[in-house]
């Protein structure tokens, strides 16, 4: 089966619902092959990140929906704008691509980073979440001439 749109988002619904599980990094990938939960193939040629509920296809006695893999996170717990304001700038200086919520940040794992932002007096914890609401990190270059 090949989709090339979204049709909806799952809300309130009496028809059974087989999933197509992906990981947050896949999201925004413009071709990507997937197996959904009860075997389906299904090729994706999109042209905008998938969310978590979003419906790839539909008949009269199912849907087919995206459900965004949990992964390990790390979840940095914030306490005043000056908290949020160094947590930002460490992790932006990592190039790594922050979650941003009211109380705290949330970045994929990785041993190093959990370790450094702790040894900086951060709050932070190895969580295992969905990753959504993200922003993309942008890599840049230095030039010396």
Not at 99 to 108: G, H, R, S, T, Y
């Amino acid at each position: 089966m090949i989709i090339e749109k979204i049709i909806g988002s799952i809300g309130d619904t009496n028809k059974k619902i087989d999933y197509v599980n992906v990981e947050w990094f896949e999201r925004d990938k413009r071709l990507l092959k997937k197996v959904s939960e009860e075997g389906v193939e299904i090729g994706l040629r999109l042209h905008k990140p998938l969310n978590d509920g979003d419906i790839l296809f539909e008949d009269d006695e199912k849907i087919i929906a995206v459900q965004l893999t949990p992964t390990e996170l790390i979840k940095i717990r914030i306490n005043d704008i000056k908290e949020m304001g160094r947590a930002c700038f460490e992790i932006g200086n990592r190039h790594i691509s922050p979650a941003i919520e009211a109380d705290c940040v949330k970045i994929p794992f990785d041993e190093p980073t959990l370790a450094y932002l702790i040894k900086l007096g951060f709050s932070a914890e190895k969580v295992i979440e969905k990753f959504v609401g993200f922003i993309e990190c942008q890599g840049h270059s230095h030039h010396h001439e």
